[in-house]
């Protein structure tokens, strides 16, 4: 099992809809989770950050853990054609060199 | 601030030769990191570099990838020979420090295809 799933899509949706992206996770250890954003032929670039269980916001995005089930969400609201990017969840290895382990990533488009 | 640079940004090689990837971590970061994504799976951890010591090479697939940090600065990864599963896409990423909310920033990557 690997230790972060994610479904690689690919997720098209109209301009304004509402986005959930998510992951599974396998440790219930994690801490830290991630979701990173990576437009076509950049790096990855840190999008948000949850620690533990509950939900974090940064305008319209919001980053949710439900450390029960082993959840990782990512809601985009009035989504925009410029959040059409392909979108991946991560945590830390631990504590020692804090290596990422990323899930497959989920590519979105957003149709104007 | 200039973010994390790599170099090249593609390279085209043949089996068997040997190629040298280069990373530019932003200045003051003595975290520095490679990663690599294959096509069709997920970008996966190669080493990690404090400073100029290797502080933990579990990912590196085996012995013809040498990563070196001379200095503490920049850092090259280099594959040799190359064979064709080597192809993939090479993020470097730096951070500076080690707290659990200290952000790794990643380059563009370099784009290896190996014939």
């Known amino acids: 099992q690997k230790e972060v799933e994610q479904d690689p899509g690919p997720l098209s949706v109209p301009e304004g809809a509402i986005v959930s992206l998510n992951c599974t996770y396998s440790?219930?250890?994690?801490?830290?989770f991630m979701w990173y954003r990576q437009y076509s032929r950049k790096g990855p670039e840190l999008l948000m950050y949850?620690?533990?269980?509950g939900n974090k916001e940064d305008g319209r995005f919001t980053a949710q853990v439900d450390k029960s089930s082993k959840y990782i969400s990512l809601f985009i609201r009035d989504s925009q054609p410029s959040d059409s990017a392909t979108y991946l969840c991560?945590?830390?290895?631990?504590?020692?060199?804090?290596?990422?382990?990323f899930g497959k990533g989920t590519k979105l488009s957003v149709i104007p | 601030e200039a973010g994390v640079t790599q170099f090249p940004s593609h390279s085209v090689i043949e089996k068997g030769q040997t190629v040298t990837l280069r990373c530019d971590p932003i200045?003051?970061?003595?975290?520095l990191y490679w990663y690599r994504r294959v096509m069709g799976k997920e970008i996966k951890f190669l080493l990690h570099?404090?400073?100029?010591?290797?502080?933990?090479e579990s990912g590196m697939p085996n012995n013809r990838f040498l990563a070196e940090r001379t200095g503490g600065t920049y850092s090259t990864l280099k594959v040799q020979p190359a064979e064709l599963e080597d192809s993939g896409v090479y993020f470097c990423?730096?951070?500076?420090?080690?707290?659990?909310?200290?952000?790794?920033?990643f380059g563009p990557g370099t784009r290896l295809t190996v014939l």
């Open positions: 991560a945590r830390y290895s631990g504590a020692g060199s804090y290596q990422l382990t």
């Open positions: 570099f404090v400073k100029e010591s290797k502080q933990d």
């Open positions: 990423a730096s951070r500076q420090g080690l707290r659990d909310t200290d952000t790794q920033y």
């Open positions: 200045s003051g970061h003595d975290n």
């Open positions: 949850t620690y533990s269980s």
């Open positions: 440790n219930s250890a994690f801490q830290y």
